[in-house]
C-alpha cells in the first residue's frame, strides 16, 4: 500500500521539479517595479562600449534578456529569440542579451559560442558590474521591458515564456504610444 502511495508522490515531485527547471534558474531577489529606472555603462560581447542612454534611444522599447551560458532554460530559447529580435525590430523596438555570467573571457567566448550555433546576432552584453542592482532578478531569463529614457514600462518576465514577451511588449507599446 506505502509503494502505491510513494510512486505517485515522487512522481508528482519530479514533475514539479521539471517544471522548476524549464521555467528558469534562480534565487530568491525580487523583480523590480514598472517605472523604475534602468542606466549602466557595460561592453558588448566584442569589448566594445555600451552606454544605456544611447542604446535605449535607438527605439520604441528595449526588450533586455539576462540570460546564462549555464541555464539550460535560457540556451533553449535562443532560437525563438533570435527569430523575435527580427520580429521586434518591425515594431520599432530592440532586443537586447546581458549574459549574466560573462565576466570572464571564457565565459564570453561560451556565449558567443552559443549565439552563433543558433544564429542570434541581436546585440549581446556583458552584465554590467551592478546588474543585480540595476536589473534585479529571482533568476534567470528575466526580460525587461524599458523605454527611451530607461524607464521600466510593465513587470518583467521570469523565466523562458517568449509569448508572454510578446503580451508585455505589446504592453509596453500602448504605454509609450
Known amino acids: 500500500m506505502k509503494k502505491l502511495i510513494v510512486i505517485p508522490l515522487a512522481l508528482v515531485l519530479a514533475l514539479l521539479l ?3 527547471a524549464l ?7 525580487e523583480l523590480p ?3 523604475t529606472m534602468v542606466a549602466f555603462e557595460t561592453t558588448d560581447l566584442d569589448g ?3 552606454s544605456s542612454e544611447a542604446l535605449f534611444a535607438e527605439s520604441k522599447v528595449t526588450v533586455i534578456n539576462l540570460w546564462a551560458t549555464w541555464c539550460p532554460p535560457c540556451k533553449n530559447e535562443l532560437p525563438e529569440l533570435a527569430a523575435m529580435a527580427e520580429e521586434f525590430e518591425a515594431q520599432g523596438c530592440r532586443l537586447v542579451g546581458i549574459c549574466y555570467d560573462a565576466t570572464d573571457p571564457e565565459t564570453v567566448a561560451e556565449a558567443q559560442s552559443l549565439l552563433a550555433e543558433v544564429g542570434a546576432d541581436y546585440l549581446n552584453l556583458v552584465a554590467p558590474e551592478n546588474v543585480d542592482s540595476i536589473l534585479s532578478t529571482p533568476g534567470v531569463p528575466t526580460t525587461f521591458f524599458v523605454d527611451k ?6 513587470e518583467p518576465v521570469l523565466g523562458a515564456y517568449p509569448d508572454d514577451y510578446r503580451e508585455s ?5 500602448e504605454l509609450v504610444g
Do not use: H, S, T, Y
Request: aromatic share 0%; with cysteine; glycine share 22%.
Open 33 to 35: 517595479e514598472p517605472g
Open 149 to 154: 529614457d530607461g524607464k521600466m514600462l510593465v
Open 48 to 50: 566594445n562600449p555600451v
Open 23 to 29: 521555467a528558469g534558474c534562480g534565487g530568491d531577489a
Open 18 to 20: 521539471l517544471i522548476g
Open 169 to 173: 511588449l505589446a504592453q509596453a507599446l
